[in-house]
């Protein structure tokens, strides 16, 4: 696959995730849902739980999708679906519940969905970790397994909904920021991620952010997967 060129002509489908105005960029090489094959007008949904309103108010200002991030999201235990990310032990039932509510109502109102997290196991998001870098994902090969399954387990949950369009494996990773993260291996890390989607779910795109917090320059040392149905944020 080579190193994802820095200029849009890459034959792959690219999209561009900028501060809340989206639109996806179109380059496709291989098969695929054809939602992805003309721009189209999307917003982040971050930081509250979602309601009907929320999508109706989408529909009618033109939204086509959005990127739903559920981390904050009041759920059963420490950390939303996950249940603890220092300990992740499979998606808390009434977490999923309340997220596939929230799809049903997007799929209501005719708006699609790359559902995105911002924690994973071993990386809670630091707004929910005391403003404190969670890195044990970038260092411990355990978390990166807990991780692996967790999308596994979702994009399992999650096939077929017709909401959604995407999965969005993690917001800006930044292994590339802390020195004692040198190790880890993004690409390899992405591989796994996607494998495990796609035994789970072999058709719902995927969407990657590059390194260094999803910067252009993160964005272009990625290798991409051996996927046609891969997006980039």
Do not use: C
Not at 116 to 144: C, F, H, I, V
Not at 180 to 209: C, H, N, Q
């Amino acid at each position: 696959a080579g190193r994802l060129p820095a200029h849009p002509g890459t034959p792959l489908m690219t999209a561009v995730v900028l501060a809340g105005a989206l639109a996806a960029v179109t380059a496709r090489a291989g098969g695929g849902d054809a939602f992805w094959d003309v721009k189209r007008r999307g917003a982040n949904f971050f930081n509250r739980t979602e309601t009907d309103e929320r999508f109706r108010a989408a529909a009618e200002a033109g939204i086509a999708w959005v990127r739903l991030v559920p981390d904050k999201w009041k759920g059963a235990g420490r950390d939303f679906l996950l249940g603890d990310a220092g300990r992740y032990a499979g998606l808390v039932p009434a977490d999923l519940a309340k997220l596939k509510r929230a799809l049903d109502w997007a799929d209501a109102r005719s708006v699609k969905v790359v559902v995105g997290m911002l924690s994973l196991p071993g990386a809670r998001w630091n707004q929910l970790n005391g403003k404190k870098p969670d890195l044990r994902l970038y260092r411990e090969t355990g978390y990166q397994d807990q991780a692996v399954r967790f999308w596994g387990d979702l994009s399992r949950a999650l096939r077929g909904h017709p909401a959604v369009v995407a999965y969005n494996v993690v917001n800006e990773p930044h292994p590339d920021r802390h020195k004692p993260s040198k190790g880890f291996d993004l690409d390899a890390f992405y591989t796994r991620v996607v494998a495990a989607i796609r035994e789970a779910d072999p058709d719902t795109f995927v969407m990657l952010d590059g390194g260094d917090y999803a910067s252009v320059g993160g964005l272009s040392r990625l290798r991409p997967p051996p996927d046609p149905r891969i997006l980039y944020a």
